[in-house]
């Protein structure tokens, strides 16, 4: 996430960037429809972001999803014409907040269905971040649109099975990725047609084992990028068993039968999985 945000950056921000981030406000401003009755880019966005950077800090604030990811994962919504969606961490809600914004558009309504199911599932371990996110969907006007389970996403995914969703978004905890997509293949939760979108799969601290065999060996050594050290936002001795265990991840996926992936080099690498016909 940067200082202001992708759609509205500051003249000074657009001199300093790069060729590469130019590039990125550019695409965020030209995915940006104004006339739309259900804007590209829910109200309270902005203000979340804000809030989320003053009271987490940066290293925890660039977790949330940025705009122009949510413009990508609003169009994809569309795109399928998603009724259900099952997120994996929820954060401060900003993701959840654009799934719902993108579900309006299709035409769902919200509140629970005969099921008692509301349109969005989004899975978080903290209490914490959970109140947060109930009180900004609230605050965005969407709080009959997303139901926050709160606990280990691992069980409470599993819990889940027998339901059906459109898209099945990973953004928590790294090493339990495997676990999430078997849960999703394995009891048939994903609907025909319908996707697994993995967030942050090209860490700066994953991409430098690109010529390292899966599973990673505890003595593997990764290439030196000539970008110098790799990312450490992580911390606490995180970064290896983060970054090894997302190579495990993108090479499982990679080699599944059951599946197609397409991996897209934004933001922290994005994955896009579509179950393969039987």
Known sequence: MISSTETAATLAELKAASAEQLRLFYAAKASVNPNLSIPSIPPTIPKIYADTLAEQGQRLAVMSVSEYQGLLQNFFVGLLRAKRIVEVGTFTGASAIFFANALKRNGVA?????????PVISLELSDKYANIARQNFANAGVEDYIEVIVGDARENLASLAGQTFDIAFL???????PVYYDTVIGENMLAK??????DNTAFDCVTPYISIPAPVADDAVPIEPSFGPVDQQMGLGQTEIIAKALHNFNEYVRKDPRTEVVMLPLFTGISLIRLLDA
């Open 110 to 118: 919200g509140g629970p269905d005969a099921d008692g199911n509301k």
């Open 171 to 177: 953004d928590a905890d790294k090493p339990s990725y």
């Open 193 to 198: 047609g319908g996707l697994i979108i993995a």
